[in-house]
């Protein structure tokens, strides 16, 4: 049996290892399991977060994410729950409004669920989200102008942030790099970041189309807490349990 009190790398490697499999770790609770006090997990969490393995949050810590894949290798992961989830999302759109679709993969593969009758005014900052829909005769399509960031594959930059003041959405699907019930939405990249909230200010409602790799996680830069989000789409089969005390409303999609 490992003294898990002497051994710190192996005690460390398997706190990875549970951060790996469910997201979340909570410091009190890895102090019983572990038989070690809660001072040596704060020690632990601390050493795995300087290496960049994890994020600190109150109490515990997160999986950390560092950095994501191109858009283009994104599109060809996760195909099955994120038709799922995109089919869910496209239910709740609403005729004769002004939707914004963010960049995403799972919101490339929502475009053909939407209705081709529809009267929509829809904007985006996708190329591909935007070439999808080019050929929508009763959709108004407005494509942001930007520099192309190949990673989100979003058109980005105070460029594009400057053309959102004059636009109001009733409702806007954005994108999500990781979701915590304690730190909120947050991103990777700054400027995705910055876009993000932006958006948040001009929309009167924000849904969020999330599969499982992205929660509990925590991006570098924060844009909003999970109550500024009034729905959230995931799989039937996603573990929701560490949103159970979060005050937003979770559909589940099957």
Same mark, same amino acid.
Request: aromatic fraction near 6%; glycine fraction near 6%; charge should be neutral.
């Given at each position: 049996?490992?003294?898990?009190?002497?051994?710190?790398?192996?005690?460390?490697?398997? +706190?990875?290892?549970? %951060?790996?499999?469910?997201?979340?770790?909570?410091? #009190?609770? $890895?102090?019983? &399991?572990? *038989?070690?006090?809660?001072?040596?997990?704060?020690?632990?969490?601390?050493?795995?977060?300087?290496?960049?393995?994890?994020?600190?949050?109150?109490?515990?810590?997160?999986?950390?994410?560092?950095?994501?894949?191109?858009?283009?290798?994104?599109?060809?992961?996760?195909?099955?729950?994120?038709?799922?989830?995109?089919?869910?999302?496209?239910?709740?759109?609403?005729?004769?409004?002004?939707?914004?679709?963010?960049?995403?993969?799972?919101?490339?593969?929502?475009?053909?669920?939407?209705?081709?009758?529809?009267?929509?005014?829809?904007?985006?900052?996708?190329?591909? +989200?935007?070439?999808? %829909?080019?050929?929508?005769?009763?959709?108004?399509? #407005?494509? $942001?102008?930007? &520099?192309? *960031?190949?990673?989100?594959?979003?058109?980005?930059?105070?460029?594009?942030?400057?053309?959102?003041?004059?636009?109001?959405?009733?409702?806007t699907f954005i994108g999500v790099c990781g979701l915590d019930p304690q730190v909120g939405l947050s991103a990777v990249y700054y400027e995705d970041a910055c876009f993000k909230k932006a958006l948040f200010g001009q929309s009167n409602e924000i849904i969020a189309a999330i599969t499982a790799e992205k929660i509990p996680k925590v991006a570098r830069y924060k844009v909003a807490p999970c109550e500024d989000i009034d729905i959230v789409v995931v799989s039937k089969t996603t573990n929701?349990?560490?949103?159970?005390?979060?005050?937003?409303?979770?559909?589940?999609?099957?």
């Amino acid at each position: 049996m490992v003294d898990h009190d002497v051994f710190p790398e192996q005690r460390q490697a398997l +706190i990875q290892q549970i %951060l790996t499999e469910t997201g979340r770790v909570i410091g #009190i609770d $890895l102090a019983k &399991k572990l *038989n070690v006090s809660e001072h040596t997990i704060r020690r632990d969490l601390q050493e795995l977060a300087r290496r960049g393995l994890c994020k600190k949050v109150y109490g515990g810590a997160v999986s950390h994410i560092i950095e994501s894949a191109t858009f283009d290798v994104r599109v060809s992961q996760n195909v099955h729950e994120k038709l799922i989830v995109a089919k869910k999302c496209a239910t709740f759109i609403k005729a004769n409004t002004s939707i914004f679709i963010d960049a995403g993969s799972t919101y490339l593969a929502m475009v053909k669920f939407i209705p081709e009758n529809i009267e929509l005014t829809i904007v985006t900052n996708s190329p591909q +989200i935007a070439a999808a %829909l080019s050929n929508r005769k009763k959709s108004e399509l #407005i494509l $942001l102008g930007g &520099k192309v *960031n190949p990673l989100t594959g979003s058109t980005l930059g105070t460029d594009t942030v400057g053309q959102l003041k004059d636009m109001l959405f009733d409702q806007t699907f954005i994108g999500v790099c990781g979701l915590d019930p304690q730190v909120g939405l947050s991103a990777v990249y700054y400027e995705d970041a910055c876009f993000k909230k932006a958006l948040f200010g001009q929309s009167n409602e924000i849904i969020a189309a999330i599969t499982a790799e992205k929660i509990p996680k925590v991006a570098r830069y924060k844009v909003a807490p999970c109550e500024d989000i009034d729905i959230v789409v995931v799989s039937k089969t996603t573990n929701i349990t560490d949103f159970n005390q979060v005050n937003m409303h979770i559909e589940l999609a099957e």
